[in-house]
């Protein structure tokens, strides 16, 4: 844990060097949103040509590590520039802070004590789709360390509105990978240096970090992807950074899904390609570029629970009327008698709605006693497959 400290601390003092230099306008500042009794904050990066452009774009959360910060993610492990031209929202949540007065994502401990932060990325979902134009096909997560650990908690508890996930330097507790539900293949992209110090890529430490080899076995099984990787060596172009780096990838799996993995080898507990040198930083890649270029692929609904061997078919949820004033009708096919339905307002609160089966398989919902504005409506079906749409009412 202690080393986990050191190189915050480091990067603090670097961010707070360059910070000035690195903001970019489009950065919305702290904005907060209420989750299991605590206010959570979090920045957003919205691109200039989300305004230029109409429809959907993905959105990408990216997590900080232990002991640091959405600010310093924003700025170490940067998205920035690529989301200028491929159009997408990137979040940085701040996690809470624990009892080392350090922030921190609560997928160490034992599962089902302390802060519920899948809760609260699920919520911070709902509240951005009802703010922008999110395609809640195409939510992504990364992070650095904890992090990424955080985001492989994402594919296990929230498979259902995680399309795919990428860590650098993460990993994952032997005891939750043990009790990982993950209900459908996960794409996975794990960047790791084989001489991390604080997640050390052998695995170990008293927090019983699983080995990276360990890990990427695993998750090839759950996506049932070919258990031999196509490995390549990555072009040596900067031979002064102290490190090289090969791609493995494992395909073939369920439904298109894949396991990648960059090995640094001699690399550190760094972000390849940052703008910031912590220790030994590959500089053959970006990890940004690889991370992004990795999870843009994938989509969720080609990634849904499989039934006889093909995706399970599942229509768009239809809403009518929307905007709607004292009631809206629920359609997306013959399911909608056992589904279940959450509603969030703009803020992420969830909103108290009853859903009455119509005969010929739809939902009713009351709406009269809403106050006008933005909704997000989810629906849970009874396959496995979860819809969103957005409701204004007036």
Not at 72 to 84: K, L, S
Not at 219 to 243: L, S
Request: hydrophobic share 40%; aromatic share 8%.
């Amino acid at each position: 844990m202690r080393n986990l400290f050191v190189c915050c601390r480091h990067l603090l003092a670097l961010m707070l060097l360059a910070l000035p230099a690195a903001l970019h306008a489009q950065t919305t500042g702290v904005r907060t949103v209420q989750v299991g009794g605590l206010t959570r904050e979090y920045r957003l990066y919205i691109p200039a040509i989300y305004a230029r452009t109409t429809g959907a774009v993905p959105l990408l959360l990216n997590l900080h590590g232990y002991n640091s910060n959405n600010v310093q993610q924003e700025n170490y492990g940067d998205f920035r520039a690529i989301a200028d031209t491929a159009n997408f929202l990137v979040v940085h949540p701040n996690g809470t802070i624990d009892a080392n007065n350090s922030r921190f994502w609560n997928t160490f401990g034992t599962r089902g004590t302390g802060v519920d932060d899948v809760a609260f990325l699920s919520a911070l979902i709902d509240t951005l789709a009802a703010r922008y134009r999110v395609d809640l096909d195409r939510v992504y997560s990364t992070g650095m360390s904890n992090g990424g650990f955080m985001s492989y908690e994402l594919a296990c508890q929230l498979g259902n509105r995680i399309a795919a996930i990428a860590s650098v330097t993460g990993s994952m507790t032997a005891g939750r990978l043990a009790g990982c539900t993950s209900g459908r293949p996960v794409p996975v992209l794990e960047i790791h240096g084989t001489a991390d110090g604080t997640v050390p890529y052998p695995g170990g430490t008293g927090l019983q970090f699983v080995a990276i080899p360990a890990l990427l076995n695993s998750w090839v099984q759950r996506n049932g992807c070919n258990p031999t990787p196509v490995v390549t060596a990555v072009p040596d172009i900067n031979t002064a950074d102290g490190c090289t780096a090969e791609r493995s990838v494992w395909g073939g799996g369920r439904n298109g899904s894949v396991v990648e993995h960059f090995r640094i080898i001699g690399g550190g507990h760094t972000w390849p390609g940052s703008a910031f040198t912590i220790g030994v930083t590959n500089r053959d890649i970006s990890a940004s570029r690889e991370v992004w270029r990795f999870l843009r692929r994938y989509r969720l609904r080609q990634l849904l629970p499989v039934r006889g061997g093909a995706a399970a078919p599942v229509a768009p949820l239809l809403l009518l009327p929307n905007p709607a004033t004292d009631h809206v009708l629920l359609a997306a096919g013959p399911y909608l008698g056992a589904a279940t339905l959450t509603v969030r307002d703009a803020l992420g609160r969830v909103v108290p709605a009853t859903a009455q089966p119509t005969a010929d398989g739809r939902l009713q919902v009351p709406t009269a006693h809403w106050p006008a504005g933005v909704y997000v409506l989810t629906v849970a079906l009874p396959t496995g497959a979860v819809l969103h749409q957005k409701l204004v009412k007036q």
